[in-house]
């Protein structure tokens, strides 16, 4: 198999071509999925739900590091159950923003300040059964289990708990600390259940979506991948009527539905997550500013330039928002 220049010669040994035969042009033209009917409603009601319960966060532990107070917290989960995160603040400089930093599907083993700027509060949520605050607690560990688990139950769903989790990660963040405007930071996972989040909560000024995941889901059905998105194509070949459910939770659908100016850093060759699902994401923004990324979730010549541009861009792109904000 042939694949397009230069992933020819940085993936030879791929099993298949990772743009899936999409370029930048034909990406920019991959269309969100529309709103089924009453998906704001539901959302919102999801929302307004989530605002009737106390997060009552809870400091487990707390060590200063590197002048910053690092904490473990527990707080309570969309559903009633205590989920644990991480929380970050200078002890030196007044917090201006909260950020709220979600994660990949292989969790969270510690913090990551790349994407927090030393005069902001962040919380590093970790998802509802995953690695490692909350291995096994409310969902499967496995990602290949979590992405499927409750599917037939849009009520019940992991993705769209894991979503309304991060509102009450928030109201966590905001006990502990005080009210402040909110960015948000997810990446694959992350990415993805933060477009279903963020249209819903009016406390965030802007967002940052790296290569985000479960946008676009008739692209992502019609092809093979080697992420958690594989199960979810597996799971509907078999049981078709889970594709009616997976139309509450497309964060191309959701995103659309967001005021706040977002910066999406989107990939032109993924085989975990595939382009056309993160651009039907970046698409959908209504303020938009593209990253265009060479590849994601792969090691490839020149990544680690690419890393600190895009880390440092996100930080101008916090700075630049929250001044907006100001």
Same mark, same amino acid.
């Given at each position: 198999?042939?694949?397009?220049?230069?992933?020819?010669?940085?993936?030879?040994?791929?099993?298949?071509?990772?743009?899936?035969?999409?370029?930048?042009?034909?990406?920019?033209?991959?269309?969100?999925?529309?709103?089924?009917?009453?998906?704001?409603?539901?959302?919102?009601?999801?929302?307004?739900?989530?605002?009737?319960?106390?997060?009552?966060?809870?400091?487990?532990?707390?060590?200063?590091?590197?002048?910053?107070?690092?904490?473990?917290?527990?707080?309570?989960?969309?559903?009633?159950?205590?989920?644990?995160?991480?929380?970050?603040?200078?002890?030196?400089?007044?917090?201006?923003v909260g950020v709220v930093h979600s994660h990949g599907y292989g969790g969270r083993d510690a913090i990551d300040l790349a994407r927090v700027p030393?005069?902001?509060?962040?919380?590093?949520?970790?998802?509802?059964?995953?690695?490692?605050?909350?291995?096994?607690?409310?969902?499967?560990?496995?990602?290949?289990?979590?992405?499927?688990?409750?599917?037939?139950d849009p009520e019940h769903y992991a993705l769209g708990l894991c979503a309304r989790d991060l509102w009450l990660a928030a109201d966590a963040l905001?006990?502990?600390?005080?009210?402040?405007?909110?960015?948000?930071?997810?990446?694959?996972?992350?990415?993805?259940?933060?477009?279903?989040?963020?249209?819903?909560?009016?406390?965030?000024?802007?967002?940052?979506?790296? *290569? =985000?995941?479960? %946008? @676009? +889901?008739?692209?992502?059905? #019609?092809? /093979?991948? &080697?992420?958690?998105?594989?199960?979810?194509r597996e799971h509907v070949a078999t049981h078709p009527e889970a594709r009616d459910a997976l139309r509450w939770f497309d964060a191309s659908t959701?995103?659309?539905?967001?005021?706040?100016?977002?910066?999406?850093?989107?990939?032109?060759?993924?085989?975990? *997550? =595939?382009?056309? %699902? @993160? +651009?039907?994401?970046?698409? #959908?923004? /209504?303020? &938009?500013?593209?990253?265009?990324?060479?590849?994601?979730?792969?090691?490839?010549?020149?990544?680690?330039?690419?890393?600190?541009?895009?880390?440092?861009?996100?930080?101008?792109?916090?700075?630049?928002?929250?001044?907006?904000?100001?």
């Open positions: 198999m042939t694949f397009p220049s230069p992933y020819d010669t940085w993936f030879p040994d791929a099993e298949f071509d990772g743009s899936y035969g999409h370029t930048l042009a034909t990406l920019r033209e991959v269309a969100p999925v529309p709103a089924p009917a009453d998906f704001a409603a539901r959302w919102q009601e999801w929302r307004d739900h989530a605002k009737t319960v106390d997060a009552a966060p809870t400091e487990l532990s707390a060590e200063i590091v590197d002048g910053r107070r690092v904490s473990i917290v527990e707080h309570t989960g969309a559903d009633g159950i205590r989920l644990r995160a991480w929380v970050v603040e200078s002890v030196t400089t007044p917090a201006r030393d005069d902001a509060v962040a919380i590093f949520p970790v998802a509802r059964g995953l690695t490692t605050l909350n291995r096994g607690v409310g969902a499967p560990e496995q990602p290949l289990e979590h992405v499927i688990s409750g599917i037939d905001e006990t502990l600390v005080g009210p402040l405007p909110l960015y948000y930071v997810g990446e694959s996972f992350g990415g993805g259940i933060g477009a279903l989040a963020l249209p819903w909560d009016d406390r965030y000024i802007g967002a940052t979506l790296v *290569v =985000p995941s479960f %946008g @676009q +889901y008739d692209e992502r059905l #019609a092809v /093979r991948c &080697l992420g958690s998105g594989e199960a979810v959701a995103l659309g539905f967001a005021d706040v100016p977002v910066r999406v850093e989107a990939a032109l060759w993924d085989q975990s *997550v =595939p382009p056309q %699902g @993160q +651009y039907a994401v970046a698409n #959908a923004a /209504r303020v &938009l500013e593209l990253a265009v990324l060479p590849a994601g979730h792969a090691e490839y010549p020149g990544v680690v330039a690419v890393t600190a541009e895009a880390i440092r861009d996100g930080r101008e792109h916090l700075a630049r928002v929250l001044r907006a904000a100001s």
